[in-house]
């Protein structure tokens, strides 16, 4: 039997992510160019990321008739073998059990030896037989167990649980028309004469959801931006003004810095700090395609930087343990820990700090996360605001929608919108 093309793509990519520490996003793009056919797009895709997300509770399953062996002990491509064939049995009822066992032994005849092939064999015919089910929550929903017990201390049970399972289904892809470069009626014409499947969103305006990966639609890419729905919502929350001043910290990749550009129809000044060199580099790239001349990206630490002059806007999109978006970044649960969460914090806070002097008398502060930590989100803004009383928390603007809010802050529930989660808040400097 010939191994299956999305198969071998998927473990190409799989072995990298889980055991070279790549990124599932950037890897998998090419592969998706490589198949022509949509229904071999969506099977790599949720192959993909639903292995690396269902890791934990594939290695419980595929432990228990590992006799005689540990999953260490197996070379990577074995091991990656397993789940990848593991979660097609597990978790895909329209793949049969045999399709799934008999193309993982083809794998690991062609990444192993046929010695190792049959104990492929034999551990995906019992998982097969037996489909045992792991009784710990944060194995069954495969979450870490610090994170769980984390959810747990914040929202008891049932959100908890509501959360590992929104994590665990495909992510929605969302993107913005770029309102510089076109007009709704336009770019709903060229959506239409590709054939592409979208949903429209009341709010923002410019926002859609694409049901095919938007790198596989051929639309001319200066005319949109893919990005999530919650991110979208950020710019709004700020609602610039033509003519305004802003600084950007933490920018790349220039999402929400070109967002902000588009509503001030480009007249204005965006300062976007990003510390690398690469990112700034791939910023500008995107900058330049999207035409958002306003936005200056320049490499620096927003933890040091010092500006001649102050903004209207001090913008920061910090970095954060980026909890809420894991049904987007299926392997960051693997890899975000409670002492990385420990050093974000500290970031932030200085981040805070040196950002709020460049604000000037009565303009705003804006500070947003991906993650659901209260320690990076409201207990980080209750200290700021403990040692500078010179700020206050501002409402969002009047016709921001309500449903995006939690109190005066910023607060997008991702299960209830299915997009990532994201924190934020206002904060008006007194004159």
């Known amino acids: 039997m010939r191994i299956s093309q999305v198969r071998k793509f998927a473990l190409l990519i799989v072995k990298s992510v889980l055991e070279d520490g790549r990124w599932t996003n950037k890897l998998i793009v090419p592969y998706l160019f490589e198949l022509q056919d949509a229904r071999d797009r969506r099977l790599l895709t949720e192959l993909v990321y639903g292995t690396v997300k269902m890791r934990l509770h594939l290695d419980w399953v595929i432990s228990k008739f590992l006799k005689g062996y540990s999953l260490d002990e197996l070379t990577p491509w074995i091991r990656n073998i397993l789940r990848i064939s593991a979660y097609q049995i597990l978790f895909m009822e329209r793949i049969p059990d045999y399709a799934a066992v008999s193309q993982g032994v083809q794998l690991a005849k062609r990444f192993g030896h046929r010695g190792v092939a049959a104990l492929v064999n034999s551990?995906?015919?019992?998982?097969?037989?037996?489909?045992?089910?792991?009784?710990?929550?944060?194995?069954?929903?495969?979450?870490?167990k610090w994170l769980y017990l984390r959810l747990l201390e914040l929202w008891g049970y049932e959100k908890t649980v509501e959360f590992m399972m929104h994590n665990n289904e495909p992510p929605h892809i969302y993107l913005r028309f770029n309102q510089l470069k076109t007009d709704i009626d336009s770019f709903l014409k060229m959506l239409e004469m590709r054939k592409a499947r979208y949903r429209k969103l009341e709010f923002p305006s410019e926002s859609f959801e694409l049901i095919d990966p938007p790198q596989l639609i051929d639309l001319p890419e200066e005319t949109y931006f893919v990005q999530d729905f919650a991110s979208q919502l950020v710019a709004h929350f700020i609602a610039p003004e033509e003519g305004m001043t802003i600084y950007d910290l933490a920018a790349a990749p220039g999402g929400k810095a070109t967002h902000l550009a588009e509503l001030m129809q480009d007249n204005g000044t965006i300062i976007a700090v990003e510390i690398h060199l690469s990112r700034a580099k791939e910023m500008q790239r995107v900058v330049n395609l999207l035409g958002t001349n306003s936005v200056l990206p320049i490499v620096a630490d927003s933890r040091q930087i010092s500006f001649g002059r102050k903004a209207d806007i001090v913008f920061m999109d910090v970095p954060c343990s980026g909890l809420g978006t894991l049904r987007r970044r299926p392997e960051l649960r693997w890899r975000m820990t409670p002492q990385r969460i420990d050093e974000l914090v500290e970031i932030q806070k200085d981040i805070l700090e040196n950002g709020s002097r460049f604000v000037r008398p009565n303009g705003l502060l804006v500070y947003t996360t991906c993650t659901i930590e209260p320690r990076e989100n409201e207990l980080q803004i209750q200290k700021f605001l403990e040692k500078h009383p010179e700020f206050e928390i501002e409402p969002p603007p009047a016709e921001f929608p309500t449903k995006f809010l939690r109190d005066k802050f910023l607060y997008v529930d991702g299960a209830r919108f299915q997009c990532d989660y994201m924190f934020g808040v206002r904060l008006r400097k007194r004159g």
């Not at 551990?123 to 870490?144: F, G, M, Q, T």
Request: glycine share 0%.
């Open 123 to 144: 551990v995906l015919r019992r998982i097969a037989e037996n489909r045992p089910e792991p009784r710990d929550p944060w194995v069954k929903h495969s979450h870490p």
